[in-house]
């Protein structure tokens, strides 16, 4: 993976134009779905560490030896403070992970082609491009149903991805860079449990989340959907980073940062709480106040508590993932 991205520094700010396409930004919206910590760092020598894997536990018996039949979908939600000016690309890895009892071991079925999902700043619109073995690009990818910018975050519809039929162990190769051959006997049909798993990485240094909802897993004509309500069964794992989180279900707001009132009045001496939404649950919110000697504010637990001091107008400054929102108070 570290040689990809690498790779695929050089590409994207040629392609930004050549490849990406027109879209309609949605409204803002809260949706559902996990989410999960992403953090990329460079290292000593210059190389670009760090990627996250989300997997759903688990679906019983969702297991066929017929490896050319497997696919898997999910929405996939970016910040777009994840992309900048200077390029930024992020990498999807689609893939199945089993966990087969008897054995006491994970499995992995990957796709064969890296979705890229770079921005076009110009057109405010996402475009993609897939590199396989060679570091060939794909303009047109048909698995991805759509890709557009909702809110302050660019939304990838996967659809029935195609996986690549050779059954791979958990354990790192690193000697070709990738994940080592299985060589076990395969497990016969209805002993493995299976889930679908999406690992995100990408091409610069970056601290933040992203998000997954209505992940599926399908073989033949049978279709699993990772049941999000469930406490404890989904896990996320930063490889190079942080360690293994357990997550649950959670509201994703498309919006950076939203503040319920633009405008206040109160009494002196009184407080007025004003709701703040954040993109991620967990979002550092940080408020001012402009004349602090007529009223002053502070954020816990999602509101912005104003209290007036004396007589005035001031301004309340909040701030999160790079965006302020300003509220104006008068105090009568």
């Keep these: 993976m570290k040689k990809i991205l690498k790779n695929g520094i050089a590409f994207v700010l040629a392609l930004s134009l050549a490849l990406s396409f027109g879209c309609i930004p949605a409204k803002a919206a809260s949706v559902k779905g996990v989410v999960a910590p992403l953090t990329v760092f460079v290292n000593d ?14 679906e019983p018996g969702v297991f066929s030896p017929d490896f ?7 929405d996939i939600y970016l910040p777009c403070s994840i992309f900048n000016k200077d390029g930024g690309s992020v990498f999807i890895d689609p893939m199945v992970q089993f966990w087969f009892p008897d054995l006491s071991v994970n499995g992995y079925l990957e796709a064969d082609t890296h979705i890229r999902v770079g921005f076009d700043f110009e057109k405010n619109c996402p475009f993609w491009i897939g590199l396989g073995k060679d570091d060939v690009e794909i303009t047109d990818l048909p698995y991805i149903n759509n890709a ?12 029935d991805a195609p996986l690549n039929p050779t059954f791979k162990a958990a354990d790192w190769d690193e ?14 049909k209805g002993s493995g449990d299976a889930c679908p798993c999406f690992q995100i990485a990408t091409d610069r240094a970056f601290k933040g989340s992203f998000a997954v909802a209505n992940a599926s897993i399908k073989f033949g004509n049978k279709e699993y959907k990772t049941n999000y309500s469930n406490k404890g ?16 279900a959670s509201s994703i707001n498309t919006s950076a940062l939203s503040v319920a009132k633009t405008s206040v009045k109160i009494k002196k001496g009184k407080s007025a709480a004003v709701k703040v939404t954040t993109m991620f649950s967990g979002d550092k919110v940080k ?35 790079g965006v302020t929102k300003k509220i104006e108070v008068t105090v009568k």
């Design 45 to 58: 020598d210059g190389g670009i560490m760090g990627s996250t894997r989300v997997t759903s536990w688990n």
């Design 68 to 74: 050319k039949s497997y696919s898997v979908s999910a």
């Design 148 to 159: 557009t910018v909702v809110g302050d975050m660019v939304k990838i519809e996967i659809v």
């Design 175 to 188: 000697n070709i860079g990738a994940r080592a051959k299985w060589t076990d006997p395969v497990p016969d």
């Design 233 to 248: 069964e989904i896990a996320a794992y930063d490889g190079e980073v942080e360690g293994y989180h357990e997550l649950k």
């Design 287 to 321: 408020v001012s106040s402009s004349a602090s000697k007529v009223a002053t504010a502070a954020y816990k637990s999602g509101k912005v508590t104003i209290t007036g001091i004396k007589k005035g107008k001031a301004t309340i400054s909040v701030k999160a993932n």
